[in-house]
């Protein structure tokens, strides 16, 4: 799978931040807002697509709405956003174009939107089949609204479905996890994430688990939740390819693998990412200055992005390899060589034997990949490329 890193494409990212409420273990950037706002909010989307792209000719490959909940929006909202993306970008004949959706936020009118929009991939954001768990986590929706979503996405002809779950759940044990997993493959999306609950500051769960009053789930008992979760979708025909993601063959996300394979995207809307021509942008993260400033100025997008970093190449060196390690597949040694300009055992020899040796990576010849043991350790493993010790 490796890349072609000569290809001039690009990933289009837009940042949709509305939600219905906000999750108990959520910090993304995402709130409720009322119609005027969204209907607004978009507009400036558009506004600030259309002048990306003025005078320009970008092509993308993949499209990502996310969020947030991007199926919030009404109808005609979505199709306005779309049709600044297809006029401001010249999409490829394949381009992957995926919006995120919660269950029960999408109607059959919603799911036309969709598809006449372009739109030929969902992500669902499911997280558990158990209705108790649901509402311990605060999502909106049943396991019966999934159920009901997921089929009108398939009779409307969606044959490109990824649902999201979560397990190390409080109050989930490893039956539950079994029956969430069972039952989402037994229906067959061509994709399904799995992550492991993150506690992370500023959230509900977070106040909780201060107080100690959080049923937290022990490292064994998630590690074994992960590891069935990796062999039974490997049996029922999945590619377990990224840490937290499987796909049937051929159906793994292509712009997610673009985060991996430190390709250019380029993002828009509050907080959005961009990483173009060797630089990383972040958009302003607040609201009010974000509706001003596109209003006033749209052409002056580029003075709206902080810069966080103009990529050297030891930078180059270090995404590569902690991003590129996320796929199970590993990275290539040519593309590290054709990025970088060394051989990646010039620069990290001493890391990788360390790490072969403890049994936490392996040399497959062309590429190097984490092992079994190393994935349930790949932050320990990935934080050892980035260690300060060499400069190029
Ligand atoms: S739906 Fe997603 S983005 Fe919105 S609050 Fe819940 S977890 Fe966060």
Not at 143 to 149: I, S, V
Not at 242 to 256: F, M, Q, T
Not at 303 to 317: G, H, L, Q, S
């Amino acid at each position: 799978m490796t890349k072609n890193r000569n290809k001039k494409t690009t990933g289009v990212y837009v940042h949709i931040p509305f939600c219905v409420r906000k999750c108990n273990y959520c910090d993304f950037l995402s709130f409720a807002g009322d119609e005027a706002v969204k209907e607004r909010y978009v507009d400036m989307v558009c506004s600030e697509i259309e002048a990306y792209c003025r005078d320009r000719s970008i092509t993308a490959d993949t499209v990502f709405i996310g969020g947030g909940t991007p199926s919030v929006l009404k109808p005609k909202l979505i199709e306005r956003l779309m049709d600044a993306v297809r006029t401001g970008f010249s999409l490829t004949g394949d381009c992957e174009m995926t919006i995120e959706a919660n269950p029960g936020t999408v109607d059959g009118e919603k799911a036309e939107v969709f598809k006449s929009s372009g739109i030929n991939r969902i992500s669902l954001g499911v997280q558990s089949m158990d209705d108790d768990l649901l509402r311990r986590l605060g999502r909106i929706h049943s396991r019966k609204d999934f159920l009901k979503t997921y089929e009108l996405l398939r009779n409307k002809g969606f044959d490109n479905i990824n649902t999201d779950l979560m397990f190390s759940l409080p109050g989930q044990n490893f039956e539950k996890w079994k029956n969430t997993l069972e039952e989402t493959a037994d229906l067959k999306p061509e994709h399904i994430s799995f992550y492991s609950l993150i506690i992370e500051e500023g959230t509900p769960f977070y106040e909780e688990w201060k107080k100690g009053s959080l049923e937290e789930i022990s490292d064994d008992d998630d590690r074994k939740m992960y590891h069935f979760a990796s062999e039974m979708l490997n049996e029922k025909g999945y590619v377990h390819y990224e840490i937290s993601n499987a796909a049937l063959p051929g159906r793994e996300s292509k712009h997610n693998l673009k985060y991996w394979s430190m390709e250019e995207y380029a993002g828009f809307g509050l907080g959005a990412h961009s990483f173009v021509e060797g630089v990383r942008y972040e958009n302003t993260r607040d609201m009010e200055e974000y509706l001003k400033l596109y209003a006033k100025a749209p052409d002056l997008w580029k003075e709206r992005y902080n810069v966080i970093n103009r990529n050297t190449v030891k930078d180059n060196a270090e995404e590569f390899v902690f991003t590129g390690l996320r796929k199970l597949e590993g990275i290539y040694k040519d593309d590290f060589a054709k990025l970088v300009g060394n051989d990646i055992y010039d620069i990290y020899s001493k890391e990788i034997n360390k790490m072969v040796n403890e049994g936490l990576l392996k040399d497959h010849g062309s590429r190097i990949a984490l092992t079994k043991k190393g994935i349930d350790i790949s932050n320990y493993v990935m934080r050892e490329f980035i260690k300060d010790k060499w400069k190029l």
